[in-house]
T-cell receptor, first 112, second 116 residues
Framework: GEDVEQSLFLSVREGDSSVINCTYT??????LYWYKQEPGAGLQLLTY?????DMKQDQRLTVLLNKKDKHLSLRIADTQTGDSAIYFC????????????FGKGTKLSVIP | GAVVSQHPSRVICKSGTSVKIECRSL??????MFWYRQFPKQSLMLMAT?????????EQGVEKDKFLINHASLTLSTLTVTSAHPEDSSFYIC????????????FGAGSRLTVL
């Protein structure tokens, strides 16, 4: 089946850039997503990218997609303490494209 | 934007009792809703796909008689954990997709179930 892998932890200093990486195995992925989960809360969609794009930028967020290597990254510029959360990479593909396969999440800790 | 509301956000129950969790789409209609379960430090695991007006589709390994799903209207899906046991303690999250629109999901805030 499909698999999505992420590193579990990332620690950065406030003001630096954070880069969270994700790899996936399903070559038929059509959409790739980044979700943010704050403690005790649900998931908040940060951004998503179509598989025919290689970059998407939205304010402090930049998503890079290397479809050949099946590698997705999320860069957060000027990381703030409020960015501390767990970030989930997810992909959807094929029929029933609302069904997502999630990575285990990367816990981002921002050091003041 | 689209909002999905879950209720209750926290529930504590005794073993053997049943608990119902509601998932509502507040400003859009959702023909399809999804129920996930999240264990500590784990990813979300899709439990089932809830389809309005028809039976839910359960993922492999999820007991449909244990986790009853009802999607009676375009704005409400319920998950009932029957005869709950401590191992059912978890964070349950629902998500919904609009009838039309971008291919994205809106998630509820989650419901933390603790079974004593």
């Amino acid at each position: 089946g499909e698999d999505v892998e992420q590193s579990l932890f990332l620690s950065v200093r406030e003001g630096d850039s954070s880069v969270i990486n994700c790899t996936y195995t399903d070559s038929s992925s059509t959409y790739l997503y980044w979700y943010k989960q704050e403690p005790g809360a649900g998931l908040q969609l940060l951004t998503y990218i179509f598989s025919n794009m290689d970059m998407k930028q939205d304010q402090r967020l930049t998503v890079l997609l290397n479809k050949k290597d099946k590698h997705l990254s999320l860069r957060i510029a000027d990381t703030q303490t409020g960015d501390s959360a767990i970030y989930f990479c997810a992909e959807s593909s094929g029929a029933g494209s609302y069904q997502l396969t999630f990575g285990k999440g990367t816990k981002l800790s921002v050091i003041p | 934007g689209a909002v999905v509301s879950q209720h209750p956000s926290r529930v504590i129950c005794k073993s053997g009792t049943s608990v119902k969790i509601e998932c509502r789409s507040l400003d859009f209609q959702a023909t399809t809703m999804f129920w996930y379960r999240q264990f500590p430090k784990q990813s979300l695991m899709l439990m089932a796909t809830s389809n309005e007006g028809s039976k839910a589709t359960y993922e492999q390994g999820v007991e449909k008689d244990k986790f009853l799903i009802n999607h009676a209207s375009l704005t409400l899906s319920t998950l009932t954990v029957t005869s709950a046991h401590p191992e059912d303690s978890s964070f349950y999250i629902c998500s919904a997709s609009p009838v039309s629109g971008a291919n994205v999901l809106t998630f509820g805030a989650g419901s933390r179930l603790t079974v004593l």
